[in-house]
């Protein structure tokens, strides 16, 4: 039963500015979140927010600048093998599956290399039936044909179950998919999010699902984390933060989903001062001074520009 959790995340990049001192871009600040077995927890926010990065440094493409990160409870060691070592445990669905495919090489070789590499398979025979069983996990086949195939000879939706695949070839128990259908035809986002709610419930996995569509994160995870300017603004069980959002930056997702049975939407701020249980306060800045978005939630005129300019 394994859970993955970031304490205090940071990561902080350094952007040239008109003067002679760089400034300091504050691109996740202070970010804690925990996945545990078998639920799915929604990172939502705008683009630029964090949500990707946040993945990086789970993954460890990108270290962190400050805060740890734990599987089971054991922080995560430095080093090649602590790395290999990890993410046999801890798999990502990239956005893209085009540019997370290598379009050189056939399918057949781009599942073999994980189960090789970790110690999945060792014989032949071993190979052909785990090449197998992964193709039917993700509904492809037949085999032999899916298997000799390139990246470019699939559609859509097969590269994506193909790179799913891939990321179960050595058998995690953590999945991160960072907005895995955004690059897919909107006739199959449903297809692909129901496949990874299965995969969830049968392998009892612990999933993060990066995403900035409120309605597949309300359907398909448990828990929903808001993110705004690389820090958490609320975060709940999905349906409480989607019908009953709190914090007014939460509160325009919602509003900006299309739904053609919704009443009129009003902002409430007055909800979010009176609620004890938001995570931030009031005086939320952005991680860099830019116009009205990196502008504090302190009184009605800050949140009627938004409205007005958003």
Same mark, same amino acid.
């Given at each position: 039963?394994?859970?993955?959790? %970031?304490?205090? $995340? +940071? /990561?902080?990049?350094?952007?040239?500015?008109? =003067?002679? *001192?760089?400034? !300091?871009?504050? #691109?996740?600040?202070?970010?804690?979140?925990?996945?545990?077995?078998?639920?799915?927890?929604?990172?939502?926010?705008?683009?630029?927010?964090?949500?990707?990065?946040?993945?990086?440094?789970?993954?460890?493409?990108?270290?962190?600048?400050?805060?740890?990160?734990?599987?089971?409870?054991?922080?995560?060691?430095?080093?090649?093998?602590?790395?290999?070592?990890?993410?046999?445990?801890?798999?990502?669905?990239?956005?893209?599956?085009?540019?997370?495919?290598?379009?050189?090489?056939?399918?057949?070789?781009?599942?073999?290399?994980?189960?090789?590499?970790?110690?999945?398979?060792?014989?032949?025979?071993?190979?052909?039936?785990?090449?197998?069983?992964?193709?039917?996990?993700?509904?492809?086949?037949?085999? %032999?044909?899916? $298997? +000799? /195939?390139?990246?470019?000879?699939?559609?859509? =939706?097969? *590269?994506?179950? !193909?790179?799913? #695949?891939?990321?179960?070839?050595?058998?995690?128990?953590?999945?991160?998919?960072?907005?895995?259908?955004?690059?897919?035809?909107?006739?199959?986002?449903?297809?692909?999010?129901?496949?990874?709610?299965?995969?969830?419930?049968?392998?009892?996995?612990?999933?993060?699902?990066?995403?900035?569509?409120?309605?597949?994160?309300?359907?398909?995870?448990?828990?929903?984390?808001?993110?705004?300017?690389?820090?958490?603004?609320?975060?709940?069980?999905?349906?409480?933060?989607?019908?009953?959002?709190?914090?007014?930056?939460?509160?325009?997702?919602?509003?900006?989903?299309?739904?053609?049975?919704?009443?009129?939407?009003?902002?409430?701020?007055?909800?979010?001062?009176?609620?004890?249980?938001?995570?931030?306060?009031?005086?939320?800045?952005?991680?860099?001074?830019?116009?009205?978005?990196?502008?504090?939630?302190?009184?009605?005129?800050?949140?009627?520009?938004?409205?007005?300019?958003?």
């Amino acid at each position: 039963m394994t859970t993955l959790e %970031a304490l205090h $995340l +940071a /990561k902080d990049y350094q952007i040239r500015g008109s =003067g002679l *001192r760089p400034h !300091i871009l504050k #691109a996740v600040d202070d970010v804690s979140l925990v996945v545990r077995p078998g639920e799915s927890v929604a990172l939502v926010g705008e683009s630029g927010s964090g949500k990707s990065t946040i993945a990086k440094m789970l993954i460890r493409l990108v270290d962190p600048t400050a805060g740890d990160i734990t599987l089971d409870g054991e922080r995560i060691g430095s080093g090649h093998r602590a790395t290999k070592r990890y993410r046999k445990r801890v798999q990502m669905v990239f956005q893209d599956p085009f540019s997370s495919l290598n379009p050189s090489l056939p399918i057949r070789h781009q599942l073999v290399r994980p189960l090789r590499i970790h110690g999945i398979v060792r014989t032949r025979a071993e190979e052909e039936r785990e090449l197998r069983r992964l193709l039917d996990s993700v509904n492809l086949g037949p085999a %032999a044909e899916i $298997l +000799a /195939k390139y990246p470019h000879e699939l559609s859509g =939706g097969q *590269r994506q179950r !193909i790179a799913i #695949a891939r990321a179960l070839a050595p058998q995690p128990e953590v999945l991160i998919a960072d907005e895995p259908v955004s690059m897919l035809d909107v006739s199959i986002r449903l297809e692909i999010l129901q496949l990874l709610d299965d995969l969830k419930r049968q392998r009892n996995l612990a999933v993060l699902y990066i995403t900035h569509d409120l309605a597949t994160a309300r359907h398909f995870s448990t828990q929903i984390v808001v993110m705004r300017h690389g820090r958490v603004v609320e975060r709940g069980p999905s349906s409480d933060v989607i019908l009953n959002p709190i914090h007014p930056y939460t509160q325009l997702l919602v509003r900006a989903a299309p739904d053609p049975h919704s009443e009129a939407f009003e902002l409430d701020p007055e909800r979010y001062r009176r609620s004890p249980d938001v995570l931030v306060t009031p005086d939320d800045p952005g991680p860099a001074e830019q116009g009205h978005w990196a502008r504090a939630w302190t009184d009605d005129a800050a949140v009627a520009e938004l409205l007005a300019t958003a």
